[in-house]
């Protein structure tokens, strides 16, 4: 069996009055695809933030090769976790080199540094044409390509991403989701991915959690099963299914 990697446990985050999180329970294997899905403001990036210290944790724990963890960016990053933003934040005004190299800040000798860019670049051969070239002359899927390349530069356990497809056209998002599949395959990089393009990921992810209200409503481990039937469709319908 494949042990547990990252976990949160009963996590409630509030914002004010708002109940972003209301004791969600996720779990991410070692190698899994792992869907976050539900309707806007479910509170999907909340969980990602509440795993780096960026959203305030209520209650509820957050657990690393199920021992307990405390959230915040270096440690996590550290442990082996990265996180690829919503709207991909690369700096426009760098070079390709420089965002990679940005990514792997937390590495310090520079050999390891090389070979890391070295390894990833190999992944993205596109990428590896316009190493000088600045952020902003790189199209949409080049920038997102360039997103999931700075997010492995640290060699993580687990990639979490936020709407990686966003804005893309769709037989970009395609190459976007292939390219999941094979860090996936080719890293055993486990890979938590939010998104609103729900159909191509399903298709491929091997466990999914659906968020409503900042609760999870349902937790399915055949992924592919969500699309039949009309469970996903009661969920954004905002049916209370629980
Ligand atoms: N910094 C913040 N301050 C106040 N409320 C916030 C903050 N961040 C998020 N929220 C609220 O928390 C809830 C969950 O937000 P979150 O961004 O996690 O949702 P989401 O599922 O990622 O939505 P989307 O699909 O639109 O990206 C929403 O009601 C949102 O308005
Ligand atoms: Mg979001």
Do not use: C
């Not at 996590?76 to 426009?92: K, L, T």
């Not at 090389?114 to 990833?120: G, L």
């Amino acid at each position: 069996m494949k042990g547990t990697l990252l976990q949160l446990v009963g996590v409630s985050v509030h914002y004010g009055g708002v109940k972003a999180l209301d004791e969600a329970s996720i779990e991410i294997g070692e190698g899994q695809i792992v869907a976050l899905i539900g309707p806007n403001g479910a509170g999907k990036s909340t969980v990602i933030k509440s795993v780096f210290g960026l959203a305030p944790i209520q209650s509820g724990h957050i657990l690393w090769h199920e021992k307990e963890i405390e959230p915040v960016s270096y440690k996590m990053v550290q442990q082996g976790v990265a996180y690829v933003p919503q709207g991909r934040q690369i700096f426009s005004n760098l070079t390709v080199q420089d965002n990679l190299e940005i990514g792997g800040v937390v590495i310090k000798d520079k050999k390891i540094m090389r070979s890391r860019i070295a390894d990833v670049l190999d992944m993205f051969p596109d990428l590896k044409n316009k190493l000088s070239a600045k952020g902003r002359e790189l199209s949409g899927g080049q920038q997102q390509m360039l997103a999931l390349a700075r997010g492995l530069i640290t060699d993580p356990k687990v990639l979490m991403l936020d709407e990686p497809s966003l804005g893309l056209a769709p037989k970009i998002a395609k190459e976007v989701f292939e390219k999941i599949i094979e860090i996936k395959e080719r890293r055993n990089t486990a890979i938590l991915v939010v998104e609103h393009n729900i159909r191509p990921l399903l298709e491929v992810a091997d466990r999914v959690f659906v968020l409503a209200r900042g609760k999870v409503v349902i937790d399915e481990p055949n992924p592919k099963s969500l699309l039949e039937g009309a469970r996903l469709e009661r969920v954004f319908l905002g049916e209370r299914i629980l």
